[in-house]
């Protein structure tokens, strides 16, 4: 149908999270027919990321800054450490603007069925931060899935020793969560973790 | 939260059609994880794009080239000419892959609430296509709405003094249609094309 240069950056654009090749097409055409006001920045902006893409060697996030932006911002509270698997549950958390602190990405879950061991996340340099002190609170914001409980547990035993705090974040009904909807699991851990009415 | 690079990134992407801010944003988040598979391609691609592109000077597409790859394909009907609104249409009717022959993009549709006339479309130069002949049938392929119907109507005349067949798409049902949640005016037309039972 069309030239094999269009056909590229549908076929990019379609490999995209979220678009398909349906979607990738017509955001190609948005693109041809816009050529200043879409095609150019967007041109412009995947360029300069590109060229100064980097991983924060403090805290494991993606960023055109070494150290990121929120390692550098003097006024995140540093004794406030948050540690999520990956990058994007980084930036869900940092959306939410609820959470002072910096951050710490380990990069995965462990699991056993993946062959991902300690070794192959970003624990050590974890324990180094703790161990170096200047630091409260380590809020360890895994999946509430089976190995993201599992990593939490072996990333709370790793730093038990040092003057820190560790907690977890609330396992219990969504907002919005209807009990009829919800599964069994999620229907335990409220009823275990319930708590008197204020 | 990210850097203003990233930012500026999320924000290209997210004024795709399809794409909001949350998708948006999964997608960059994608785009930074796989640098060498998703980001770079992405950005060659579009630069290549970027580079070529060009509206088609016989027909009105947007491609790389120009002659467009259809216009300049030996194995295209180019006594059929199949009119359409954008760009968009004839990327539609393309992948249906039912028709053979060549297009005529008008860039638009009469309005006279939007104040477009005829001289701001390419008539004329459909005109003079199908004044220099070789095109035995025209095919108007504009939206079956009051004004893609208009502008049918308007093309039509202006080029019923030449000796082709002009034809339009047919009216009626959609594949899949229940009649229960059709609008009257598809009903109406559908009734009003009714043919005899084969």
Redesign the interface.
């Known amino acids: ?3 094999p ?2 056909e ?2 549908t ?3 379609s ?5 398909g090749p349906r ?1 990738a ?3 190609v ?5 816009k ?1 200043e006001t ?6 412009l ?6 060229e ?2 980097n991983t924060c060697s403090i805290c494991g996030n ?4 070494d150290p ?3 390692c550098a911002d003097p006024r995140r509270d540093a004794r406030s450490l948050c540690v999520v698997e990956e ?2 549950d980084l ?1 869900a958390l ?2 939410s603007r609820l959470f002072p602190g910096r951050f710490h990405v380990l990069g995965g879950r462990l699991s056993a069925l993946e062959g991902v061991r300690p070794e192959d996340l970003a624990i050590d340099s974890l324990v180094r931060r703790v161990a170096d002190g200047g630091i409260d609170e380590v809020v360890l914001a895994m999946n509430a899935t089976l190995e993201g409980q599992t990593t939490a547990h072996y990333v709370a035993e790793r730093i038990e020793t040092y003057p820190v705090r560790v907690t977890q974040l609330a396992h219990g009904l969504p907002v919005g969560g209807e009990l009829d909807y919800l599964d069994e699991g999620t229907l335990a851990q409220a009823l275990r973790a319930r708590r008197p009415v204020a």
């Open positions: 149908m069309a030239s240069e269009i590229a950056l076929q990019a654009l490999r995209l999270p979220g678009l979607s097409r017509r955001a055409l948005h693109l041809l027919k050529r879409a095609l150019d920045p967007l041109l902006a995947l360029a300069r990321v590109s100064r893409l993606v960023d055109t800054t990121c932006s929120i990058v994007a930036w940092d959306r």
